[in-house]
């Protein structure tokens, strides 16, 4: 299973894919798919393609084998991936794209804990996407993201205030940190573990939008957006001797 998180100062990308297996020559290739946001435009998206690769049991560092990969692939925007999804040619389309299209879940997430800044925050309609019927979810995306903000969040650059949000499908409870309030755009970080359709996951990646200020002495309004992300299975920790590495 390949899962990793690239951060970049502006976008951050967000990856789970398929198990592979190497061929006889070393050779491996697999389906990759994920999401990203856009901390400066305050987007969210989804992407997927192929991953390909090398392994040479001969490379090692200590205990552990590497393997060596390129991806490719095409990215979407939230509403507009959903948007298709809705449609059996959108889905067809999708899955030629090496896009997850595969509805297997859904869960409505509401805020939990308690914050000076926001209130009232959900992530509601968050659907979980996969490759086929049954399987685990590779994706998950929601254009229905929103809160109610009661002071300026504090964020320093490297996070922010948080508050937990929780459904019957994720009673332990989603962070949602937020990493961007300024100029009328916001950008949160969502990460935590769950059940969706009988698969114990971690769903990762980031929310975004639009935030308005209500007239007033004080500060204040309401927050709207979209989130996308990966949807993580939870493993138990790899033994010494497996096959673990990543793209270079």
């Known amino acids: 299973i390949f899962d990793q998180s690239l951060e970049e100062p502006s976008t951050g990308v967000f990856l789970a894919g398929e198990q592979f297996t190497i061929d006889g020559e070393g050779f491996f290739e697999a389906r990759v798919a994920g999401s990203w946001i856009d901390l400066e435009d305050a987007l969210t998206g989804i992407l997927g393609g192929k991953l390909k690769g090398a392994f040479d049991a001969a490379e090692t560092q200590g205990e552990f084998y590497y393997w060596h990969s390129v991806a490719g692939g ?3 925007g939230t509403e507009r991936f959903l948007s298709m999804a809705d449609t059996a040619e959108g889905c067809a389309t999708l899955d030629e794209l090496d896009i997850p299209a595969v509805l297997v879940g859904t869960t ?6 308690s914050s000076y800044y926001l209130e ?3 992530m509601n309609d ?10 685990a979810p590779s994706i998950w995306a929601t254009g229905n993201v929103g809160g109610d903000w ?5 964020w320093d650059g490297d996070g922010g205030d948080s508050v937990f949000l929780t459904s019957n499908e994720f009673p332990q409870g989603v962070e949602f940190e937020i990493i961007r309030w300024d100029s009328n755009r916001w950008a949160a970080s969502v990460i935590g573990p ?8 971690t769903m990762q990646g980031g929310a975004a939008g639009a935030y308005t200020e209500e007239a007033g002495p004080s500060p204040g309004g309401t927050f709207t957006g979209t989130a996308s992300g990966a949807a993580a299975p939870m493993l138990p920790q790899q033994p010494p001797g497996e096959l673990v590495g990543g793209p270079s």
């Open 74 to 76: 095409i990215s979407i």
């Open 108 to 113: 409505n997430l509401a805020q939990a804990s």
């Open 120 to 122: 009232n925050v959900y």
């Open 126 to 135: 968050v659907r979980f996407f996969a490759y086929s019927a049954g399987a």
């Open 150 to 154: 009661l002071d300026i969040p504090y």
């Open 194 to 201: 769950g059940t969706v359709a009988g698969h114990d996951i």
